[in-house]
């Protein structure tokens, strides 16, 4: 809490919804852009709170990245591969 930390956009999966919708779904909402989702790269469980996390790769469709929500988020970048 209070840290700022760089992070890929993230939420709950909403009943019906698949890990891949809700990538697509956070993304909108988190940053304002469309995309699709292209491949789900894998999942794991947080060692401390038991939580399974899903890893989606997705690509731009439209739009223009910009904190949609600002409450929750301070900055946007789209970055490459290679800077991850």
Do not use: N
């Amino acid at each position: 809490e209070g840290e700022l930390m760089w992070q890929f956009p993230a939420g709950g999966i909403e009943d019906g919804e698949t890990a891949e919708q809700a990538a697509v779904r956070e993304t909108l909402e988190e940053t304002g852009l469309t995309v699709e989702a292209v491949k789900l790269l894998g999942e794991r469980v947080h060692p401390k709170t038991g939580r399974l996390l899903s890893y989606t790769a997705c690509s731009p469709v439209e739009g223009e990245a910009r904190v949609a929500d600002d409450d929750e988020l301070d900055a946007i970048a789209w970055v490459t591969l290679a800077e991850i």
